[in-house]
């Protein structure tokens, strides 16, 4: 039904209509049909076309949240991380007024990525504690509260903070953020054995602490 739909001329001509006029607002009863076909530009990279659709939206629904959240990926993509930080905040407040938790924590996780993508590290670290404390807060969703991306993530980015501070008059600090990324590695495989992701993580955490035969087998394990 889907694929009639996309291939029918009389549909395709009401989209292109839409897509050139940006003032003209989409019938509410087509919001959902055009954040699709939104989302289906995007994959295809043509972003201005689906921004102008995400607009129309939100112009109807202002509440769509996951718009909002394209719409800020779009601003990303620009190389507009002033207003892409603004617009994933917006989201964030509105996804937490909505108790759509998961696009909440989606807006977060990208909010971090955008801030280790720019080399703000000190609020990419920020960021990551308040995706820690959102998710233990959380009593909407178990998945929330044992959110592996948000673990692996957590502790990658410990891993890759330690790639500075080698030296050994940051040692201290340097072994707290190998404790942090292995108690997170460990987290996920509890709930999840087979995750590789997490057994890459201690492959990598064993070559860190000079243990090479170790990481050598974990790693080679990984291979095969």
């Given at each position: 039904?889907?694929v009639?739909?996309?291939?029918?001329q009389?549909?395709?001509d009401?989209?292109?209509?839409?897509?050139?006029n940006?003032?003209?607002?989409?019938?509410?009863?087509?919001?959902?049909?055009?954040?699709?076909?939104?989302?289906?530009?995007?994959?295809?990279?043509?972003?201005?076309?689906?921004?102008?659709?995400?607009?129309?939206?939100?112009?109807?629904c202002?509440?769509?949240?996951?718009?909002?959240?394209?719409?800020?990926?779009?601003?990303?993509?620009?190389?507009?991380?002033k207003?892409?930080?603004?617009?994933?905040?917006?989201?964030?407040?509105?996804?937490?007024?909505?108790?759509?938790?998961?696009?909440?924590?989606?807006?977060?996780?990208?909010?971090?990525?955008?801030?280790?993508?720019?080399?703000?590290?000190?609020?990419?670290?920020?960021?990551?504690?308040?995706?820690?404390e959102?998710?233990?807060?959380?009593?909407?969703?178990?998945?929330?509260?044992?959110?592996?991306?948000?673990?692996?993530?957590?502790?990658?980015f410990?891993?890759?903070?330690?790639?500075?501070?080698?030296?050994?008059?940051?040692?201290?600090?340097?072994?707290?953020?190998?404790?942090?990324a292995?108690?997170?590695?460990?987290q996920v495989?509890?709930?999840?054995?087979?995750?590789?992701?997490?057994v890459?993580?201690f492959?990598?955490?064993?070559?860190?602490?000079?243990?090479?035969?170790?990481a050598k087998?974990?790693?080679?394990?990984?291979?095969?």
């Amino acid at each position: 039904e889907l694929v009639a739909i996309m291939n029918s001329q009389e549909k395709d001509d009401m989209f292109s209509e839409h897509s050139r006029n940006s003032s003209e607002e989409i019938p509410a009863r087509q919001v959902v049909v055009q954040y699709n076909y939104a989302r289906v530009l995007d994959e295809l990279c043509e972003y201005k076309k689906a921004r102008r659709i995400y607009r129309q939206i939100l112009m109807v629904c202002p509440s769509f949240i996951e718009a909002h959240l394209c719409s800020a990926l779009f601003l990303w993509r620009t190389g507009k991380f002033k207003e892409c930080i603004a617009k994933l905040e917006e989201a964030i407040r509105k996804a937490g007024e909505a108790q759509l938790v998961d696009v909440q924590l989606n807006a977060m996780l990208y909010l971090h990525r955008l801030y280790t993508q720019i080399g703000d590290r000190e609020q990419a670290s920020k960021t990551l504690k308040r995706i820690d404390e959102f998710r233990k807060q959380t009593t909407l969703s178990i998945d929330i509260q044992n959110d592996e991306y948000s673990e692996l993530t957590s502790a990658n980015f410990m891993l890759s903070m330690n790639a500075r501070t080698r030296h050994h008059s940051h040692a201290k600090q340097y072994y707290e953020r190998v404790h942090h990324a292995l108690r997170r590695f460990q987290q996920v495989l509890v709930t999840n054995p087979n995750n590789v992701f997490a057994v890459h993580g201690f492959g990598v955490i064993a070559a860190e602490a000079a243990e090479l035969s170790v990481a050598k087998s974990i790693l080679s394990k990984l291979r095969d």
